[in-house]
């Protein structure tokens, strides 16, 4: 029985193992990817916020209709 026991949580400890181990991979991938998509995303912001502060100086030089 007690050989049972210690096989059993031997492979309890081998499962969470391994599901730690794909976790973490994962979570590595994901920081990568988020990395890499503020990269590509931040000169597209940086253009939006030049237009939208070019439409606000626009917007205050023309009288209001």
Do not use: K, N
């Not at 976790?23 to 998509?37: D, F, H």
């Not at 916020?49 to 100086?57: G, K, N, P, R």
């Amino acid at each position: 029985m007690l050989i049972v026991l210690l096989v059993v949580v031997v492979l309890a400890l081998v499962v969470l193992g391994v599901l730690a181990y794909g976790l973490l991979g994962a979570l590595g991938r994901l920081t990568r990817e988020m990395a890499a998509l503020q990269r590509d995303v931040a000169p597209v912001a940086a253009q939006l916020q030049q237009s939208l502060a070019t439409a606000a100086v626009a917007r205050q030089r023309t009288p209001d209709a």
